[in-house]
């Protein structure tokens, strides 16, 4: 029996952000919004029990002529590279979506909807097979956050907001540009037959650069980092959970699903420029962030020097690069998200991000300090938590292909460690010196703030030391990418 599940995961949130808006009552439409994100969640975990393990292709594909006159087609499907990126945008939004529940305030109707239709949009960049119509949700993402940031947010919110718009609308107009172009040489717009189509050189080279560049600046990759910082500082803490957790993933994974499979001569030649800038990110990042003063800024940079590792490991173009890329997208979406959602705990605590303004709160919460050490630890890659696993299968990958990018890419796991750490000191420990830290005026974790976290953290042990359980349906679709991907071409064509 056919069962649309794609369809349902993708445009389930949709529905729910109408309901959102019809129903009265701020609590009901909390509880709409978290109930909804929950059972998309829970829907979505059928790609993985129904999963064959044995097919490296496309699986639960769904395709509908939608402008025939055009080669236009609703064309959906899910395999190794895509499928844990969907369960990330899921899992991690029902969490942002209960964060919110506790602190958001201010015209909840319009936010939740503007989530919930973000959500959507991010599982469709992950599912569509078609150009266009992945260009339609990679454009149709830049809304909701637009107005998340610009007045959920704070500070210079707006600023945020307008830089976010125009450095990733520029990028998308370039990649739109190759898109047309690639349609008048080849009169498709789909993946599956653009991989047969033997484009030109010239071709090639314009429209990976222009593809290139659209997903640099939504990585985003070295130069083209500096809308990050402001979009996290100003966004509302679930806003940066999202932002960092999934949005940034839509980058990696445009350029391993699209720029490299579809122009691989070019992506050959630009590689090594590639992975020169990913090098120079992860050591920036890591150094920059080591002297941040605002936690949350700090989070920010080491999402730079973070997916920095993710592009040097799709460089590296073999299966051990490649496959520790895909799994630390989904590392660092979960780390990164848990680190922003407890320094959005402790803000909504104390009101300050600024880490002088901390220091000994293992003495008043011990329970917070603890999960924040899990947390830092993981995103440092610690042995036997998840960063680890995917950060030493990128720097093998890339030893075997260029070992003086590994050498360097090791330094910024040393760098990670070190402003992870310094970070933690400066909070948890040490004297307490300002009262406002002290246990009469601080709370600790409460039981359904640790119910946002433990999730997160039960994964980071999971993936850290059971890693085949996700490689084992990773890895088919990185060695049938590599080999040109026939058995993707076969299982759409069925």
Same mark, same amino acid.
């Given at each position: ?18 309901? =959102? ?54 064309? +959906? ?44 949009? +991010? ?16 454009? @149709? ?53 653009? /991989? ?10 314009? !429209?990976?650069?222009? @593809? ?55 992506? !050959? ?29 700090? =989070? ?14 799709? =460089? ?72 680890? =696993? ?61 119910? +946002? ?16 359980? @996700? ?22 064509? /069925?």
């Amino acid at each position: 029996m056919y069962f649309p599940i794609l369809s349902i995961i993708t445009f389930l949130p949709v529905l729910g952000a109408i309901v =959102v808006l019809l129903v009265p009552g701020d609590a009901t439409k909390k509880l709409i919004s978290f109930v909804w994100t929950l059972a998309t969640f829970l829907i979505s975990l059928g790609l993985w029990f129904y999963w064959d393990n044995t097919q490296a292709g496309m699986q639960f594909v769904e395709h509908v002529a939608w402008v025939p006159e055009f080669n236009l087609n609703y064309l +959906m499907g899910v395999d190794g590279i895509s499928l844990f990126l969907v369960l990330l945008t899921t899992l991690l939004m029902p969490i942002a979506i209960y964060f919110s529940n506790l602190y958001v305030t201010e015209n909840i109707g319009g936010y939740m909807a503007l989530m919930l239709l973000l959500e959507s949009a +991010m599982i469709g960049v992950f599912l569509a097979l078609d150009l266009v119509l992945f260009f339609v949700f990679f454009e @149709f993402s830049l809304i909701p956050m637009y107005f998340l940031i610009g007045k959920w947010g704070s500070g210079r919110r707006v600023y945020a907001a307008v830089k976010f718009f125009i450095y990733t609308f520029v990028g998308s107009a370039a990649m739109l540009v190759a898109i047309l172009g690639v349609y008048f040489a080849t009169g498709t717009f789909s993946i599956v037959e653009l /991989q047969n189509a033997n484009l030109t050189a010239g071709l090639q080279t314009w !429209a990976f650069l222009a @593809f290139a560049l659209a997903f640099a600046v939504k990585v985003p990759l070295f130069p083209f980092h500096t809308w990050l910082p402001d979009a996290h500082v100003n966004a509302p803490t679930a806003g940066s959970i999202i932002l960092a957790g999934v949005l940034l993933k839509m980058g990696t994974y445009g350029y391993l699903r699209f720029a490299v499979p579809l122009f691989p001569e070019a992506a !050959a030649t630009f590689g090594p420029i590639i992975a020169t800038l990913a090098v120079i990110g992860i050591i920036y990042g890591a150094l920059v962030a080591l002297v941040q003063k605002d936690i949350k800024s700090l =989070v920010a940079y080491s999402s730079v020097a973070h997916l920095g590792f993710v592009m040097l490991g799709i =460089v590296a173009m073999n299966a051990q690069g490649i496959s520790g890329s895909v799994l630390q997208m989904v590392n660092h979406g979960l780390s990164t998200g848990a680190l922003f959602l407890m320094v959005g705990l402790l803000y909504e605590r104390r009101h300050t991000r600024m880490l002088e303004d901390f220091g000994g709160l293992w003495k008043s919460v011990p329970i917070f300090c603890g999960f924040f050490l899990v947390v830092a630890m993981s995103s440092a890659g610690l042995p036997g938590l998840n960063g680890f =696993v995917g950060e030493f299968t990128i720097l093998l990958g890339m030893y075997y292909t260029q070992p003086i990018f590994a050498v360097i890419g090791a330094l910024g796991v040393i760098l990670a460690a070190w402003y992870l750490l310094t970070a933690f000191r400066k909070v948890a420990q040490g004297p307490i010196t300002n009262t406002a830290n002290d246990a009469e005026h601080l709370a600790d974790l409460r039981g359904n703030e640790i119910a +946002m976290l433990l999730p997160l953290i039960i994964l980071f042990f999971i993936i850290g030391l059971f890693p085949n359980l @996700f490689l084992d349906k990773i890895n088919p679709s990185v060695e049938a990418l590599l080999n040109n991907q026939p058995a993707i071409v076969a299982s759409v064509e /069925q």
